[in-house]
């Protein structure tokens, strides 16, 4: 796993902006798909195929005329020709890394090809953001289409595995233009290249479209992470920017406090941040992100480094979700 940290200082917004992008694409291996660093307000978006190497994972950072931040895009697909993202996920008034445009402020970078999550320091509080793919609780296989789809009713698609499905089961189909949930009623494993029939499509997909139960979860966090989140999709595909929102809660039943390590024997416990939609209209848990926890405030003191059996996770008392701790 290409898991990856660092920390550092940067000198104001604009420099952090290219520092977090030096360090996703020369160290942790994203792709820089789109230099907007000439244009007024300057961005970059960089992609990733995700540690399996299936993923589309597309994420625009910005620094515009907004004071004191970066802004977050998520895109289920980005047009480097066109400079404009397809079905995009964010929030303008949330969606942000806080940083500092008029002087110096310290940062800690933590990222795979799945996910990058930022902590920065301005004067003495720590704002944290999640942005990426999280560990899902459902399946990642997909299986892609070899040739391209109409709508309509009973659509056969030929995919190139079509062993991951069952009949009747609903997933969601996907391309770099649209997305929307199917239901499968036949699987052919006999014939080359497999089939499956599709009981309604409404949309046209490419060649090369995904099908699976959960392709491209990826979320783009507040600017106090872990907490509230805007989905690039759900399980009936996107609706809109913010249409996708949902939040983290920690796995600890209110007990993390009890999990004291200056009590008996030193005991120290980390708490998975879940991740899940939560309006009245739409609720479902959907899985954890990844390598950052939830602990109780005597483990540590902010900065400090817990060595758990060899792998260390560094403390932060991050605004709004309180003491975290974050594998290094």
């Not at 110096?104 to 999640?130: C, E, P, R």
Request: aromatic share 12%.
């Amino acid at each position: 796993m290409a898991y990856h940290s660092t920390s550092g200082t940067a000198d104001n917004t604009a420099d952090f902006l290219v520092k977090l992008k030096d360090f996703l694409t020369t160290v942790v291996g994203w792709t820089l798909h789109d230099d907007g660093s000439a244009q007024p307000d300057p961005y970059h978006v960089l992609k990733s195929v995700g540690e399996s190497g299936i993923e589309d994972i597309y994420l625009q950072f910005i620094d515009d005329t907004n004071t004191d931040r970066i802004v977050v895009r998520g895109s289920l697909f980005w047009d480097a020709t066109a400079h404009a993202g397809v079905k995009e996920a964010y929030h303008n008034s949330y969606t942000y890394i806080r940083t500092v445009d008029a002087s110096q402020f310290l940062y800690w970078l933590f990222a795979d090809l799945d996910h990058v999550f930022v902590v920065t320091k301005v004067t003495a509080t720590y704002y944290g953001h999640y942005s990426g793919l999280i560990n899902r609780f459902w399946s990642g296989a997909v299986a892609v289409t070899q040739t391209a789809a109409t709508p309509g009713s009973d659509v056969v698609l030929q995919v190139n595995d079509a062993s991951i499905f069952t009949v009747d089961g609903y997933y969601l189909i996907k391309d770099d233009a649209g997305i929307e949930r199917v239901q499968i009623t036949a699987v052919d494993t006999g014939v080359t290249p497999n089939t499956v029939t599709v009981a309604s499509l409404a949309n046209a997909y490419a060649v090369g479209a995904k099908i699976g139960e959960d392709p491209q979860p990826v979320i783009i966090g507040r600017y106090q992470s872990p907490g509230s989140f805007y989905a690039l999709n759900k399980f009936d595909g996107w609706s809109s920017t913010s249409g996708q929102t949902g939040s983290s809660a920690a796995a600890h039943g209110n007990f993390h406090t009890a999990a004291n390590p200056d009590k008996r024997y030193g005991l120290l416990t980390m708490f998975p941040w879940l991740v899940a939609h939560t309006s009245s209209a739409y609720k479902e848990l959907r899985g954890e992100l990844i390598e950052v926890y939830a602990i109780g405030s005597g483990a540590a003191d902010s900065e400090d480094v817990l060595d758990m059996s060899g792998t260390t996770y560094r403390i932060f008392n991050i605004s709004g979700p309180g003491w975290c701790a974050v594998k290094e």
